[in-house]
């Protein structure tokens, strides 16, 4: 299909999703809720489906990030860096789940090309075995490096050391093993503490990176920061808060194109009951 159609089947998808009850819906109106307690409810409902407009995009463009050729992504994806990116020294790059932050699939792809290093980034196994196997498959097509978030922190530090480009995207709740509680959106929020680690464990440089929808929609841009001053500090909760602060500076700037979605806030301090 045409970029174009493929963009329009994809907005239909999530005006559809938008108006049908169920449990993500209720997350998303949560989410929303709690991090812009000024809004009224009919503000928090047009959020809402401009959210789910660009999710349901986010997932037939999938068709193309996925199975798509080098030619196809770089049409639908730039690269902006204020770093070189061929320079192989060691660097993380930190990633937040914005609908398009599947783009970063966009450095594998132009690896050869660049003379860019490999790709490797941590992904959350999927309950599904086949769907598991399929989508590390297809991340891994231009030569990525997919790893297993559970028990392979040792393979990360290596790719870190060789200079492989590291992509971390630290803002979902992945449990409370390795995790504080930290402020984002003045909310304590679970939140993992390996990108503090990882890069005082290496000497890695740390830079932002955030795969966002171009000004006129017919694209995304994929912009890579300057290494973040003096990171990571003496204290990997001072360092995380700083990440969150930074994630939410970006989220208000563009907040339908979060990842509401996901139960943000499910794990709690003690004695606080969940949202949701």
Request: charged content about 25%.
């Amino acid at each position: 299909m045409p970029y174009n159609a493929i963009v329009a089947f994809g907005h239909s998808l999530g005006f559809i999703a938008a108006r049908v009850p169920g449990e993500r819906n209720r997350v998303v109106k949560t989410n929303l809720r709690l991090c812009f307690p000024e809004f009224d409810s009919a503000e928090i409902d047009r959020l809402s489906r401009q959210h789910w407009r660009l999710l349901g995009r986010s997932i037939a463009e999938k068709s193309l990030i996925w199975l798509g050729s080098i030619k196809q992504l770089s049409k639908m994806i730039e690269v902006k860096s204020a770093v070189d990116l061929s320079s192989k020294k060691p660097r993380i790059l930190v990633n937040m789940h914005f609908t398009g932050i599947e783009g970063s699939i966009i450095l594998s792809a132009l690896a050869k090309e660049k003379n860019w290093p490999r790709t490797s980034g941590f992904f959350q196994r999927m309950k599904n075995p086949f769907f598991n196997q399929k989508i590390i498959d297809w991340r891994n097509r231009f030569g990525g490096n997919s790893i297993d978030r559970q028990g392979n922190s040792i393979e990360i530090i290596r790719e870190i050391r060789r200079g492989s480009f590291i992509i971390i995207a630290p803002d979902i709740d992945l449990g409370l093993k390795n995790s504080v509680f930290v402020p984002f959106f003045g909310i304590q929020t679970n939140t993992i503490t390996a990108v503090s680690r990882l890069a005082r464990i290496t000497g890695a440089e740390v830079c932002l990176m955030t795969t966002t929808l171009k000004k006129d929609q017919s694209g995304y841009l994929c912009e890579i920061s300057e290494p973040l001053e003096n990171f990571p500090g003496s204290d990997s909760t001072a360092d995380t808060a700083r990440l969150n602060q930074y994630f939410e500076k970006e989220i208000r700037l563009r907040p339908a194109e979060y990842y509401w979605v996901h139960k943000r806030f499910k794990n709690r301090p003690e004695g606080e009951a969940s949202p949701y």
